[in-house]
């Protein structure tokens, strides 16, 4: 089984690429994280915490979930928190994913969907873009009698585009009254200013059979402590408790996500300095004649003539890109959203 499965290249850490470009500064815009940093109130948390390090966290992670669950008005027994989205990826597919079952996938996509399907031994049924655009026709159509799931991720990864709510309600009442799981991945959620981007959660209470994945890493800007987590029935959850590690999420990564959650003014400026700034780039984008599909994420899947060249110009003047080939999308580089300074040097290079 694991033949197929090639192992997961995150590249060169941010470290050592700093270490080879020596006296010039490297600014990350390859991994679609946070440019304001953590809020004051989570670094305050963790260094509050720090001396606690030598006792195991709340397996349950039971203040936090308690604390979603209030800010999301669901019930705890809704929650999971994980180690990053990426756990629950993998947590559901060994909750619910057999041999001989499939899975629909969007493609490309955030490639650990197929990983996490293959590795339980399922088949993962590829569903084509149109173009940037999730295809839910398509992906109805690949619906069988074995589906297990079908994954969707909106604001998309790497496209950026996202299913608005009219075809995505159409697409679940299609399922009918015996639905698959429908995961649905909002990571980049918090930066959708279309009013077309589905509420999740009234969705979730028409469909049980939903699992909304989201995340603290890009708007929180806790990549580094992986704290995600999910919302779905209590028994979809339940499900997924039987799998879990008992203490998936560390001590730091508690406090820091209900630090974060608590400072709404900070989720606020992140969302404000994405959405400006996508905007900034996205105009300069146009007028330098580089096409882009519209991006409601902190990213955007940029169109260029020699993606390998571009990003290693980037590289070398201090801003590390995503090659497009390596997320299914060659001749395009991904690009994160950035402080403006970095944006307007971006724009003069690329
Ligand atoms: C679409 C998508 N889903 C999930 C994740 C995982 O997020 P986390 O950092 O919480 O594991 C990412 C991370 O980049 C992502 O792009």
Known sequence: MLDPIVPYAPGKSLEALAAELGDVDLVRLSANENPLGPSPRVVAAIAREAARVHLYPDGGSTALREALARH???????VIVGNGAD????????AAFEPGDEVVVPHPSFEPYTTCVALAGAAPVASPLAKYETDLEDMRRR??????????CSPHNPAATIVRTKPLLAFLDA????PPLVVLDEAYGDFCDDPEYPDGLALLRRHPRLILLRTFSKIAGLAGLRVGYAIASGETIDRLNRVRAPYNVNRLGQVAALA???DGEHRRRT???????RAFLSAGLARRGLAHPPSQANFLLVQVPDAAASRERLFRAGILVRDGAGVGFP???????GLR????KLLALI
């Open 271 to 277: 969302r404000q300095l994405v959405i400006e700034e």
């Open 72 to 78: 999301l008005a669901v019930v705890p027994e809704q």
């Open 341 to 344: 300074a970095t944006n307007e």
């Open 260 to 262: 974060a959650l608590e």
């Open 175 to 178: 399922l009918g009254a015996d």
């Open 87 to 94: 756990e629950l990826i993998g947590l559901i597919a060994l």
């Open 331 to 337: 001749g395009h580089l991904r690009v994160s959203v």
């Open 143 to 152: 619906v069988s009698a074995r589906t297990k799931a079908v994954i969707v």
